[in-house]
Each structure stands twice: as C-alpha cells, then as structure tokens.
C-alpha cells in the first residue's frame, strides 16, 4: 500500500483525536501501537527513497560541483563522516578517512613532515626566517605534537605550538569579521534561498547544482561551497555574488591555505554528524545561522552550544566536536533544516608573518 505524507498525517490527527475520546480504552492503546506502527514504517520509506531538498535522495555521494576543484564527502576538511563508506574506516566511534582526494587522509606522517619542512626551508630562503620561531618548532616536532596532543584536542594534519586553546572563542576573537558577517546575514540568507531552491543539476539528480551530499549515519547534510581546501569554485561563486563580495571583505578569512573553507551547510531533522577533529589548530570555524530550528546542537571539546539566527558561533575545530538536529519535522513543520554559511578564519595569535609562511607551505596543491 502507498502512504503519502497527507494521509499519514490525517491517520494521525484522527487517530489522537480518537485516543483522546477514549483516552482510557484498549482502543486508545491499539490505536496508539497502530500509528506508532505506521509512522515507523513512513520514515524508513521516506529515508530510503526522498530527499526533502530535492526529489529522491541518492545512498552514493553526489559528485555535483561547481568548478575548480574536486567536492568531497566532508566537513570541508575531506574528511568524510558517519556510517563506513568508500575510503573510509570506522574505528573507535570515529571515522578516519582514506580519500585520495584530500589532502587530510593523503597528507600524513614522515613524507608529510619531510615535505612540510622543505617548503619551511624553501620559503625562508625566498623571504625570512624572521618571525618563523614556532612555525619552525612546529614543522621540526610535529610527528610528536599530533602523537602526544590529548584526545580532547587532536588537530590531525598541523599542530602550532603554543597557541591559546579553547573549544569556543569570544566574537571579539575577530570582531570586525563577525560583526561585518552578522550585518550581511539578509543578504546570505537570500542567497541561500536561492541556491537551495533551484533546478537539479541533471536529469535524476537528487540535488540541485552545485550541492554535495555527505555521509552521515543518521539524516542529511549537504554542503555547497564557494571555496573548498583553498580551492575557489567558480561556478559555484558566480551563482552567490554577494556572499563572495562578504568573503572578499573579510580581514581573516583563509583564502590561501588548504586550511580555508566557505560554504553553506544544511543539516536536515534527524542528522547526526559524529564526533571528530578538524585538520590543524591554527585558524577558527566560524558558523553564521542562518536557519536554526530549537533541536540542534553543536558540542565542541565536551561543551555544547546552540546556533542563532544573524549570531556568529566561533569554535576550534581542532577540538573534538560534533554536530546534530534532534528536531521531527513530520509531527513538527517548524523543525526544518539547520543552515549556517560557514567560513575559516585565522586564529588571532596566529602572526602575520606566521600566515604567510603557512599560506606558502599550505599552498593548494603543493
């Protein structure tokens, strides 16, 4: 038998209304199993055959992308979360990645310190060893830095030493930034609205162009970026005008580096994105709400925050966080979508001298 949305909803009202005339009968109880029942068996459908962004959802990652730079099943990091897919192992309750397409699960241990510390020397060489103390002692130690951080706080690709840490920042952290993010919150929510709601990219597609879905054990998450790993998407950027005019006016926003990522993010009612650490401690993730329902959460380091609309959320991500949207939009239409336009800015006692020595050796590509 077929249920569509509208006639499950109408089983339940009648069935609530019929539990409430015979609140004390075995009706009531039978009648309550039933639609426990019924709504059970609608969710299962409806995540196995729809996607509430876009016509049916696909179980295999989309490879929509708007240009200049592979899109990945990430957090923008490359690394892809949830239940045990395609190049990734889960271990532990985390999920490590083994994409070839990021420069987090390719990029580790003694090449990558080996690399790192030519292009140290390289840019030195080129420019000054002044002001390069810690990146130095960084590169030289970071085998022992990534190996030795407690499990609270693991950045997995480049640890810098003697940075102030915590798992939320103050917005005075980067005031300018957030309060110029905070003023443009109409304008990026108009633009998401757009982008949200426009064709799919192809015939069959389960999303519109230029979104990328990522794995999660429970609900959806779909990203789309304007910059991915230090990587402009053009096409994507051509479709958001303002928000692009937003990044470019932005004084600490990671344009130059692996390290730095803008995009929309959309978590969908019942998604769950698990527990991990972000690539390295020098910069701050920065979410702007955009749309936040009263049932999601974001716990960075052990300690939860909620999102507000037109409020900026500064956090370390190279704490352990995860996110979540515990909202039930079929019993609850207001529990729609959590979105947030999320950016990477620098870490504010990270020196200018320090940024781009790290723009160099972190150069996309290199």
């Given at each position: 038998?077929?249920?569509?949305?509208?006639?499950?909803?109408?089983?339940?009202?009648?069935?609530?209304?019929?539990?409430?005339?015979?609140?004390?009968?075995?009706?009531?109880?039978?009648?309550?199993?039933?639609?426990?029942?019924?709504?059970?068996?609608?969710?299962?459908?409806?995540?196995?055959?729809?996607?509430?962004?876009?016509?049916?959802?696909?179980?295999?990652?989309?490879?929509?992308?708007?240009?200049?730079?592979?899109?990945?099943?990430?957090?923008?990091?490359?690394?892809?979360?949830?239940?045990?897919?395609?190049?990734?192992?889960?271990?532990?309750?985390?999920?490590?990645?083994?994409?070839?397409e990021s420069f987090r699960c390719t990029n580790t241990g003694d090449g990558l310190n080996q690399k790192l510390y030519h292009s140290l020397q390289d840019y030195a060489k080129r420019y000054t060893w002044s002001g390069m103390g810690r990146v130095h002692k960084g590169v030289r130690d970071q085998g022992r830095y990534l190996t030795s951080r407690p499990t609270i706080q693991r950045p997995e690709v480049f640890f810098l030493p003697d940075l102030p840490s915590a798992p939320f920042f103050s917005r005075d952290a980067q005031k300018h930034d957030v309060e110029l993010l905070e003023r443009s919150f109409p304008a990026l929510l108009a633009e998401f609205e757009s982008i949200y709601h426009s064709p799919p990219a192809r015939a069959g597609?389960?999303?519109?162009?230029?979104?990328?879905?990522?794995?999660?054990?429970?609900?959806?998450?779909?990203?789309?970026?304007?910059?991915?790993?230090?990587?402009?998407?053009?096409?994507?950027?051509?479709?958001?005008?303002?928000?692009?005019?937003?990044?470019?006016?932005l004084r600490t926003f990671i344009a130059n580096n692996v390290f730095g990522n803008a995009c929309f993010s959309v978590l969908t009612p019942g998604a769950l994105i698990t527990e991990h650490y972000g690539p390295t401690n020098v910069r701050l993730r920065c979410h702007l709400g955009l749309r936040v329902p009263s049932s999601c959460e974001l716990v960075v380091g052990g300690e939860p925050q909620c999102w507000s609309e037109g409020s900026c959320l500064l956090f370390d991500d190279s704490f352990l966080h995860r996110a979540f949207h515990e909202g039930f939009a079929f019993f609850y239409p207001e529990d729609g979508p959590r979105v947030v336009f999320m950016v990477d800015l620098w870490h504010p006692n990270v020196a200018a001298a320090e940024r781009q020595a790290l723009d160099y050796i972190f150069t996309p590509g290199r």
């Open positions: 038998m077929e249920w569509s949305l509208e006639r499950v909803r109408e089983m339940v009202a009648g069935g609530m209304q019929s539990m409430r005339d015979c609140e004390s009968s075995a009706f009531g109880t039978a009648m309550c199993l039933l639609l426990l029942f019924v709504w059970y068996c609608y969710r299962v459908g409806r995540e196995h055959s729809s996607s509430p962004l876009r016509g049916g959802y696909s179980t295999e990652p989309s490879r929509v992308g708007g240009g200049g730079g592979a899109l990945i099943s990430t957090d923008g990091d490359g690394r892809a979360k949830g239940r045990p897919v395609s190049g990734v192992e889960e271990q532990n309750g985390f999920a490590y990645c083994q994409s070839a597609s389960s999303l519109p162009l230029g979104w990328k879905s990522n794995s999660t054990p429970h609900g959806q998450w779909w990203t789309f970026y304007l910059l991915n790993q230090g990587t402009p998407l053009a096409l994507n950027a051509r479709r958001c005008p303002r928000a692009w005019r937003v990044l470019g006016q």
